[in-house]
């Protein structure tokens, strides 16, 4: 049985950081592109950064570049998205999911496994 089980979230002042992790079980990471989405009711969810399988790429949303991070740990069967810099826009249930594709796409429909989310809160 897959699972993607999202931890880290939480309440930051604007400006601080937080690390998001993802665990995964019965699936290995290393052959999955992987991607954390977020989303905020009554808005679509949108990717926040994404890995490819091969872990050699990574996407990042305009609004996240040079803020966010993303990685991937396979010996751990992890995924990190480490967030700096954090503003108030940020807060959103991020979830991670798992693509069985070879590259990163925009469109959550394309994953096949995702998780219950972690809540980001920012206050300004």
């Known amino acids: 049985q897959v699972q993607l089980v999202e931890s880290g979230g939480g309440l930051v002042q604007a400006g601080g950081s937080l690390r998001l992790s993802c665990a995964a079980s019965?699936?290995?990471?290393?052959?999955?592109?992987m991607g954390w989405f977020r989303q905020t009711p009554g808005k679509e969810r949108e990717l926040a950064a994404g890995i490819t399988r091969g872990g050699g790429s990574t996407y990042y949303a305009d609004s996240v570049k040079g803020r966010f991070t993303i990685s991937k740990d396979n010996a751990k069967n992890t995924v990190t998205l480490q967030m700096n810099d954090l503003r108030s826009e940020d807060t959103a249930l991020y979830y991670c999911?798992?693509?069985?594709?070879?590259?990163?796409?925009?469109?959550?429909?394309?994953?096949?496994?995702w998780g219950q989310g972690t809540q980001v809160t920012v206050s300004s």
């Open positions: 999911e798992a693509s069985n594709e070879r590259w990163v796409y925009a469109n959550s429909a394309r994953y096949d496994y």
């Open positions: 019965g699936l290995p990471v290393a052959n999955y592109s």
